[in-house]
């Protein structure tokens, strides 16, 4: 077992009162996409021994031994854990420029990823710890150049970014959400844990899901504190096709992260 996934486990394991865990159904574990790009798998989530279930993306290219850029991809509410390797030109734009996609499930489809709590508590601290497993079997699999590991989501998912990030400051080269959706009343204060990481924040005006002034809120935030950040705000763009079926604005995140290197040292 991966030595950074072990120690997630041990300190989840610290914090269950007994050997329950929160009911998954069936549905969590679907697949939509059916690409033979893409690969299906599946792997025991060490705190309660389940078999869940993550989908990766390695570009033709790939040579063991070589340092590859990898990206994490966090799905919305009620997606599947393969959703966002559907969305239009992300894996032409990930073979194109050599990246390793992964997208975990996030253990239910609405955990959240730790980024708000959940009916069952343990949902949302299983959810994310899904993802850094997942992120710990990718480096542990694949050379996976260490300065190069974006992490990217879409509406949940963007919430699940920015709280994974802020948990994790100098895992991360860069980050990119679509339409994020953190808590209404959340300051977003927090994000000065995470001020040094590049962001790039994309946005719809006429999103019904995710209202515009609360990312513009978000994104004043990142002006008032110097943290490196690119805004896109797209007039009369909606929640999810603007991203799910745009070629044009799923390119945006892939060329941000091409260009994007760690530039800040490791955590002190």
């Known amino acids: 077992m991966p030595r950074h996934y072990s120690f997630l486990a041990a300190i989840l394991c610290s914090i269950c009162f007994s050997s329950a865990w929160a009911e998954r159904s069936v549905e969590d574990d679907e697949q939509l996409i059916n690409d033979p790009r893409v690969s299906h798998r599946s792997y025991v989530f060490e705190p309660t021994g389940e078999t869940l279930p993550y989908a990766v993306f390695v570009p ?58 959940t009916p069952d508590p343990m949902d949302a601290a299983y959810s994310e710890a899904d993802v850094m497993a997942v992120l710990a079997m990718m480096r542990e699999e694949f050379s996976v150049d260490e300065n190069r590991i974006y992490l990217y989501g879409h509406s949940m998912g963007g919430a699940g970014t920015y709280h994974i990030a802020t948990k994790n400051p100098y895992v991360f080269a860069a980050l990119a959400v679509a339409a994020p959706a953190p808590l209404h009343d959340l300051a977003p204060d927090g994000l000065a844990a995470i001020r040094h990481i590049p962001t ?10 995710v209202p515009v002034d609360m990312t513009r809120r978000w994104v004043r935030e990142m002006q008032a504190i110097g943290m490196p950040h690119i805004y896109v705000e797209i007039e009369g763009a909606d929640h999810s096709l603007f991203i799910s079926q745009n070629r044009e604005n799923m390119r945006k995140v892939i060329s941000f992260f091409d260009i994007v290197r760690k530039h800040y040292p490791p955590a002190h």
Not at 94 to 101: N, R
Not at 200 to 209: E, I, N, R, S
């Open 200 to 209: 790039l924040v994309l946005q719809g005006t006429a999103d019904d899901a």
């Open 60 to 117: 033709s290219t790939y040579q063991a031994g070589s340092a590859s850029p990898l990206i994490i991809a966090l799905h919305g509410l009620g997606r599947t854990y393969d959703w966002l390797m559907g969305y239009e030109g992300f894996l032409d734009y990930a073979e194109a420029t050599g990246m390793i996609v992964a997208t975990p499930l996030g253990y239910t489809r609405r955990g959240w990823y730790g980024s708000r709590a």
